[in-house]
């Protein structure tokens, strides 16, 4: 059984910095080599993927956060990462993490996000 376990959001001023955490529970690093992803999701708008990472380290961003967001992830923690510098409002979301492409039954609870302005 996997559960993925998100934390480090909070409220922040436009301009500050979040890191994100997101705490793999089970066995998803050691059977699978999963590339893992962070997706946000804001009031009246469809969950997207933001960042993704590949157990090798090779990382993808959404254009909107290309610059300002870093993915890494720690294989021995089973603990993947989302550094988060320049926020602006429209950031203000839940981010979750999951594998990618997705697993629905993997979906935590998210930690929010509110960046103001």
């Known amino acids: 059984q996997v559960q993925l376990v998100e934390s480090g959001g909070g409220l922040v001023q436009a301009g500050g910095s979040l890191t994100l955490s997101c705490a793999a529970r089970?066995?998803?690093?050691?059977?699978?080599?999963?590339?893992m992803g962070w997706y946000r999701q804001a009031p009246g708008k469809q969950r997207e993927l933001v960042a993704s990472i590949t157990r090798g380290g090779s990382t993808k961003y959404a254009d909107s956060v290309k610059g300002r967001f870093t993915i890494s992830r720690d294989n021995a923690k089973n603990t993947v990462y989302l550094q988060m510098n320049s926020l602006k409002a429209e950031d203000t979301a839940v981010y979750y993490c999951?594998?990618?492409?997705?697993?629905?039954?993997?979906w935590g609870q998210g930690t929010q996000v509110t960046v103001s302005s």
């Open positions: 089970g066995s998803i690093f050691s059977i699978i080599t999963p590339m």
């Open positions: 999951n594998t990618v492409p997705v697993v629905p039954a993997y």
